[in-house]
């Protein structure tokens, strides 16, 4: 069964060892890159929570989330106000092409329908022109294109 499971002392350096391929370097950060800017947001009074994604009790990806905007980061994408973000996502390479990803898309959803920071209409995510995979596993949850861009990325919108 595949879970979301918050990243504390007990399991931080497992999630850390987790990689994507070689050519999805492009596509996402490292997942210590994310867990760093995870607490710089924090401490700047933004909102950035981190889980591991496990299969049973193998941990087998990393996805974060975010809410509103960050107080002072500038250039974040219209709809990032009063809204959800799947802001960091990715399966390690020797768990990729098993459905953890949709699994872990689907409970993803699920959790922000909790509406854990709050209400919103929205969660949103952004992913490369090149990464047609995501897109395409983003458009078959219903994820649609609103023509906004962050940074190089494309963002991708789903009503809740
Ligand atoms: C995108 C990612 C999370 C998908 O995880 P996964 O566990 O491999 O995906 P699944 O096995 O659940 O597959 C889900 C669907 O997406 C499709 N898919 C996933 N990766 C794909 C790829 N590179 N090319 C084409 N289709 C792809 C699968 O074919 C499947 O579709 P189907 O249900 O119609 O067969 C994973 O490939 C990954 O970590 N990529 C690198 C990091 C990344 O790009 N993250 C997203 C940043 S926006």
């Not at 299969?55 to 219209?78: I, K, L, S, T």
């Not at 699994?103 to 854990?116: G, H, M, N, S």
Request: glycine letters at 10%.
């Amino acid at each position: 069964m595949v879970t979301l499971r918050k990243i504390d002392n007990t399991n931080v350096w497992e999630v850390c060892r987790l990689h994507v391929k070689k050519e999805q370097e492009d596509f996402v950060a490292s997942n210590m890159e994310s867990l760093a800017e995870a607490f710089a947001v924090r401490e700047s009074g933004g909102v950035a929570l981190p889980f591991g994604i496990y299969a049973d009790d193998a941990p087998v990806g990393f996805m974060m989330f975010g809410y509103d905007v960050v107080p002072g980061e500038e250039g974040m994408p219209e709809i990032a106000r009063g809204n959800y973000c799947i802001w960091r996502f990715m399966i390690d390479k020797a768990h990729q092409d098993k459905g953890y990803g949709k699994e872990a898309l689907r409970l993803a959803i699920d959790y922000v329908k909790t509406f854990p920071c709050g209400e919103a209409e929205c969660v949103y995510l952004s992913y490369e022109p090149e990464n047609t995979g995501a897109a395409k596993l983003y458009h078959s949850f219903g994820f649609a294109e609103n023509g906004e861009t962050d940074g190089e990325e494309i963002v991708a919108v789903l009503r809740l």
